[in-house]
C-alpha cells in the first residue's frame, strides 16, 4: 500500500499554510521548501507557534496546503490521505487508546489494514520487544508510566514500517532524566530501523543531539537548514544565532564591539576577556557553576555574557574588563534583514 | 475531640432545614411505606388488615402487577436502546465545525424544553385520527393511524406512548452525549486516521468506548425514566385502550385514574416498594452489566 | 473541542453537501411536532374544522389561543406553577448550600452517618413518597394548598451533592487563612464559597426550577381544586372529548411551553452544566 518506491525521501515544496478567512487570515507556514533525505533524522526546531507542528501536520496528512507541494517519495502527496502515505505519527501526548491494552494499541494500525490476527500478534511482539515492552503488553495505558506509555506510541508507529516517521515533540511530557535516556534510544532506534524521521521541538539540546539535520523555523519561516553542526557555527540569521547555544549568541548592536555598521556576533564561550585592546565593560554579574564560570557585563548598555573555564581568573563585580574575540568567531549580520553576511 | 463537638451546633443547624425535609418526605415515606405494604385497608385508609409479609410476594404474582410490569419493560426495551442510538447517532451528526451547526444544534436539544404532560399532550393531538397530523400524513402507510387510530389500537398504543416519550428524551440525550463527545481529545481521532482508520471505525473504536460511562448515565436515567412512567400514560392512553390495557405501567397501575389500588393506601404501598424494589435491581445491573464495557480514563 | 476529523480540510464538498442534507432532513423529523403544534394553535376554530391537517402558516390568529387561556384558566395555571417554582428554587439553593457547606467544611460527629443517610435518599423514587406523603400532607390540612405542593419539595439530595462537590474543590488553605482571620462559618459561606459556586447555583436553580414546573405526579396527587392548580395537570382539562375542541389543546400546550422554551434560550448554558453534572465523569 505505499505509494513510495522503496525510497523514502520528502520534499516540501513552497509550502504555505493559512487558517480563517479575509481580515482574519493568519499564515502559519510561509513558503516553506524542505528535502528530508532517505534515512534522514530532520528536526523541524523552533520556539511555540513558529509552524513546526503544522508543517509536520501537513506532511502526515492532517492538514493541507493552501499552496506548494509536498512529495514522499515521487509521488504528490497534497490531496493523498494518511492512509495511503504510509506515515506514521506520533503525538506529543501519545495519544493512546485507554481502554485498549498496549498491545491492542500497538496492533491498531494493523487492524486498520486487516492484517490477520496471528501476524498482527507476531508484529506487534517484534515491535514490543524491539521497544523493551514485552512485560507490559496486557496492561491498560492507565496502568502504564509515562515513559511505558511513550514507548508504546513508538511501537504503534513502527509496528506499520512506514517510510517515514512524524513525531510531534513526544519527549516533552517526560521528566528530565528520562528525557535524556529516551533521546539515546531513539537515536538508536533511528539507526536499527533505517528510517526517515521528521522530528518537532521546541529544544535545542534535541536538535543538536539527535539530528542529522536541522531545520529552523520562526514565525512560519524556515531560517535555515544544515546539520547540527553548520546551524552552530554559521547561523544564517540572528535569530538563529541566538535559538541555538546557551547561553545565547552575544550579538552586538552596531558600532558596539567593532566600528562598522553591521551587527556583530560571538558566543559567550569565545569571547574573551583580554588584558589590553578591546571593548570596555564593567562586570555586572558573575555565575560559578561548577565545571564553567559565566561572566556577565556590560557593554555601553549591552548585555554580554562571558564563558570561560572555572579556573580561570574570575573578575570582581563592578570591575572594568574589555572584551575581544578572535576574528574567526566573529559573526556578522545586517542589521536591517538580520541575516549573516559571509565574510 | 473537643474540636469535633465545637462546630457541632453550627453543623446541625445547617444540617437541619434538609435534614427535616428529607428525613419527613422522604426517608419515612421509604419506611413507613414497607410497612404499610403488609395492610390492607379500606377506601378511607383507616381499619386496616394484617397481610403479612407474604402480601408483598401475592401482589408481585398478581396477574395485575405482572401485566403492569411486562408493559413498563415492553416501554423500557422499546424507548432506552432506540432513544440512546438516536441521541447518539444525532449528537455525531452535529459534532462538526459547520457553518450553522449552532442551530442544528439547538434545534436537537429542543425537546428538552417539553415537559412530559406537554411532549404527551402534543402527540395526543398528533396521532388523533380524525384530525391528527401523522395520520393524515401517513395512513396511507399505516391504515392503523386512521382506523382506530395508534393509541386505540391494543398493538399500536403502546409503541405510540414510546415514540412521544423517545421525542421527548431526545433533547436530553442528544445535550449529554454532545457535551461527552467534546471531552474526547481530538488527538485519539488524528491519531486513528493517520494509522488509517475511516470513519466507522473511528466511531467503533474511539468515539463509543470513550462515551461509556456517558452512555451508562444516560441509560440509567432512561430506563429509570421508563419505569416511572405515569403522565404519558395518563394523558395518551388513560390506561387503555381497553380490555387489553397494554399502556398500563406499575406506577399507573399505582396512582391511574381508573387503578384498582386506588384508595387502598395498603396495596397502593405494596406496589410502590415492589416498584422501588425493581428500580434498584435495575440500575444495580446496569451498572455492574454495562461497567465491565466501560472505561474510566487513564 | 474535540470533534472528528474530517470536518476541517478534509471534508471534501460532497460530504459537507450531503451532511447539511441530513441534519436538514433530522431537524424538520425532531421540529414537525411542535411545528405541527404552533400551526394547529395558531388556526381559528372555523379554520380547524374546515381545515385541521393543513399546515400552511396562513390565516394566523391568537384567537384560538385567547379562547385556550380563559376557558383553562391558564393564567391562573401558569402563576401557580410559576410561584411554586420560584418558591422551591429558592428553598432548594438554601437548603442545598446550608447543607453541602456542613458536609465541605466542617468535621463533627455523626458526619458519616449523617452523610450515608443523605446517600440512602437518593435511592428513593418519587412514586415511592407519595403514597405516604399524601397521607401527611392530608392530616396536616393542606391538601389542595401551597404550602403542600411546596414544602416536601424544598431539599434535594441532588443539590446538596452538586454544591458539595463544588466547595470541595475550594482550596484548605482559603479556609484555614479565613480561620486564622477570624472569619466565622455564615460569613465565609456567604463571601467566600457562595460566590464561587455560582455558575453551580446558576445551574441548580434552573434544573430546579424546571423540574419543579414540570411536577406532574406530586401535584395531582395532592391538588384536586381550581384555585392551585399548576399548569402541568391544568392542561388536559382542555381536553373535552370532543375532536373539534382540539385545537384547544393544541393551544393552551403551546402557551404552557412558551415561558419554558423562553427559559432555556436565555440559560441555554446553565442547563448543559447542570444535565452534565452527573453525566460526563461517569
Redesign the interface.
Known amino acids: 500500500m505505499t505509494y513510495c518506491s522503496g525510497v523514502a525521501q520528502v520534499r516540501l515544496e513552497h509550502v504555505t499554510k493559512s487558517f480563517g478567512e479575509g481580515d482574519e487570515a493568519t499564515t502559519a507556514v510561509d513558503d516553506v521548501s524542505i528535502v528530508v533525505e532517505d534515512r534522514d533524522f530532520m528536526i523541524l526546531l523552533g520556539p511555540s507557534g513558529c509552524g513546526k507542528s503544522t508543517l509536520l501536520r501537513m506532511v502526515a496528512g492532517l492538514e493541507t496546503p493552501t499552496l506548494g507541494e509536498i512529495y514522499i517519495g515521487d509521488v504528490k502527496v497534497n490531496n493523498i490521505e494518511p492512509k495511503m502515505r504510509d506515515v506514521a505519527m506520533v503525538f506529543q501526548s501519545y495519544a493512546l487508546y485507554p481502554h485498549k491494552t498496549a498491545q491492542a494499541n500497538i496492533e491498531f494500525p494493523l487492524k486498520v489494514r486487516g492484517a490477520s490476527k496471528a501476524d498482527r500478534a507476531a508484529k506487534a511482539k517484534t515491535a514490543a520487544e524491539a521497544l523493551g515492552l514485552t512485560e507490559y503488553l496486557d496492561r491498560k495505558p492507565g496502568q502504564l508510566s509515562g515513559g511505558q506509555r511513550q514507548r508504546v506510541a513508538l511501537a504503534r508507529a513502527i509496528v506499520r514500517q512506514p517510510a517515514v516517521f512524524c513525531m510531534d515533540e513526544p519527549l516533552s511530557n517526560l521528566d528530565a532524566k528520562l528525557r535524556g535516556e529516551t533521546r539515546a534510544e531513539l537515536v538508536d532506534l533511528h539507526r536499527r530501523l533505517d528510517a526517515t524521521i521528521l522530528y518537532v521541538t521546541h529544544d535545542q539540546v534535541e536538535a543538536m543531539t539527535m539530528g542529522t539535520r536541522v531545520a529552523v523555523m520562526s514565525r512560519g519561516h524556515l531560517q535555515q537548514i544544515g546539520t547540527p553542526h553548520e546551524v552552530y557555527a554559521k547561523p544564517e540569521t540572528v535569530f538563529v544565532a541566538t535559538f541555538i547555544g546557551t547561553p545565547p549568541m552575544n550579538v552586538m548592536p552596531v558600532g558596539l564591539f567593532e566600528r562598522s555598521d553591521e551587527l556583530v556576533g560571538v558566543r559567550p564561550e569565545h569571547m574573551e576577556l583580554s588584558a589590553n585592546g578591546g571593548v570596555p565593560a564593567t562586570v555586572r554579574m558573575v555565575e560559578q557553576l561548577g565545571h564553567e564560570t559565566l561572566v556577565i557585563c556590560d557593554a555601553a548598555g549591552t548585555r554580554v555574557v562571558v564563558r570561560q573555564d572555572a579556573e580561570a581568573p574570575v573578575p570582581e563585580i563592578g570591575e572594568d574588563v574589555n572584551l575581544t574575540a578572535a576574528e574567526a568567531y566573529r559573526h556578522r549580520f545586517d542589521p536591517v534583514t538580520e541575516r549573516r553576511i559571509s565574510a | 475531640m473537643k474540636r469535633r463537638w465545637r462546630q457541632f451546633p453550627v453543623a446541625i443547624g445547617m444540617l437541619a432545614p434538609s435534614a427535616i425535609i428529607l428525613g419527613v418526605f422522604v426517608v419515612y415515606p421509604l419506611i413507613h411505606s414497607i410497612q404499610l405494604g403488609h395492610l390492607r385497608c379500606d377506601a378511607t385508609g383507616t381499619r386496616c388488615r394484617d397481610g403479612g409479609w407474604i402480601q408483598y410476594v401475592d401482589v408481585f404474582r398478581s396477574n395485575e402487577f405482572q401485566h403492569a410490569l411486562f408493559n413498563t419493560i415492553g416501554l423500557a426495551l422499546m424507548t432506552v436502546p432506540i432513544g440512546l442510538a438516536l441521541g447518539i447517532g444525532l449528537a455525531v451528526l452535529a459534532d462538526k465545525h459547520l457553518r450553522g451547526i449552532g442551530f442544528f444544534r439547538t434545534v436537537f436539544s429542543s425537546t428538552v424544553a417539553t415537559s412530559v404532560a406537554v411532549a404527551s399532550l402534543i402527540f395526543f393531538v398528533l396521532l388523533q385520527p380524525e384530525v391528527g397530523l401523522l395520520p393524515h400524513l401517513f395512513h396511507g402507510l399505516f391504515p392503523v393511524l386512521k382506523d382506530p387510530g395508534l393509541l386505540r389500537d391494543p398493538t399500536t398504543a403502546m409503541p405510540a406512548v414510546a415514540l412521544s416519550s423517545i421525542w421527548a428524551s431526545l433533547g436530553f440525550t442528544f445535550i449529554v452525549i454532545t457535551a461527552a463527545l467534546q471531552g474526547i481529545p481530538r488527538e485519539l481521532y488524528e491519531s486513528a486516521f493517520v494509522d488509517g482508520a475511516g470513519g466507522w471505525t473511528r466511531f467503533t473504536n474511539v468515539t463509543l468506548p470513550m462515551l461509556g460511562p456517558t452512555i451508562l448515565f444516560t441509560s440509567v436515567v432512561l430506563t429509570t425514566r421508563a419505569f416511572q412512567a405515569y403522565a404519558e400514560i395518563a394523558l395518551l392512553t388513560g390506561g387503555g385502550p381497553d380490555p387489553e390495557r397494554p399502556t398500563q405501567t406499575v406506577a399507573y397501575l399505582i396512582y391511574g385514574q381508573n387503578s384498582l389500588v386506588k384508595n387502598d393506601i395498603g396495596l397502593k404501598s405494596t406496589s410502590a416498594v415492589l416498584l422501588f424494589l425493581v428500580l434498584l435491581v435495575l440500575a444495580f445491573v446496569q451498572f455492574r452489566g454495562l461497567d465491565k464495557r466501560v472505561h474510566y480514563g487513564s | ?11 471534501h464538498g460532497s460530504r ?1 453537501f450531503g ?2 442534507v ?2 436538514v432532513f ?2 424538520i423529523v ?2 414537525f ?2 411545528y ?2 404552533l400551526m ?1 394553535a395558531l388556526k381559528s376554530g372555523p379554520d ?1 374544522i374546515d381545515h ?2 393543513s ?1 400552511l402558516p396562513i390565516n394566523l390568529t391568537l384567537d384560538t389561543m385567547r379562547a385556550a387561556w380563559r376557558i383553562g384558566d391558564l393564567g391562573r395555571l401558569l402563576l401557580n406553577s410559576l410561584f411554586v417554582s420560584i418558591v422551591v428554587t429558592i428553598g432548594v439553593i ?3 448550600v ?2 453541602a ?3 465541605a467544611f ?4 455523626g ?1 458519616g452517618l ?1 452523610f450515608a ?2 446517600l ?2 437518593l ?11 399524601q ?2 400532607i392530608s392530616s396536616l390540612g393542606w391538601i389542595n394548598s401551597y404550602q403542600g405542593l411546596i ?2 419539595l ?2 434535594t ?1 441532588f443539590g ?1 451533592f452538586l454544591v458539595r462537590q463544588v466547595f470541595l474543590t475550594v482550596p484548605k488553605d482559603l479556609r484555614e487563612a479565613a480561620a486564622l482571620d477570624g472569619v466565622g ?1 455564615f460569613r465565609f459561606l456567604g463571601e467566600v464559597a457562595v460566590p464561587l459556586c455560582r455558575p453551580t447555583l446558576g445551574a441548580l436553580a434552573l434544573f430546579t426550577f424546571l423540574g419543579t ?2 411536577q ?2 406530586w401535584p ?2 395532592i391538588i384536586t381544586d381550581d384555585e392551585h392548580r399548576t399548569i ?2 391544568g ?2 382539562r382542555l ?1 373535552t372529548g370532543d ?1 373539534d375542541k ?1 385545537n384547544l ?2 393551544a ?2 403551546v402557551i ?2 412558551l415561558p ?2 423562553i427559559v ?2 436565555a440559560f ?1 448554558r446553565q ?2 452544566r447542570g ?2 453534572a ?5
Open positions: 473541542m474535540a470533534a472528528d476529523i474530517g470536518a476541517t480540510e478534509t471534508t459537507k451532511r447539511y441530513l441534519l433530522v431537524a425532531v421540529l411536532p411542535i405541527a403544534t394547529q380547524s385541521p391537517t399546515l438554601v437548603t442545598s446550608l447543607a457547606y456542613a458536609f466542617l468535621d463533627f460527629p458526619k449523617l443517610f443523605f440512602a435518599t435511592l428513593v423514587p418519587a412514586e415511592l413518597t407519595v403514597v405516604v406523603n397521607r401527611t414544602v416536601p424544598l431539599a439530595t446538596t462559618h414546573w414540570n406532574y405526579l395531582s396527587a402541568q395537570i392542561l388536559e381536553k375532536v382540539l389543546v393544541t393552551g400546550t404552557a411551553a419554558i422554551f432555556l434560550v441555554q442547563l448543559v444535565l452534565t452527573g453525566a460526563v465523569k461517569g
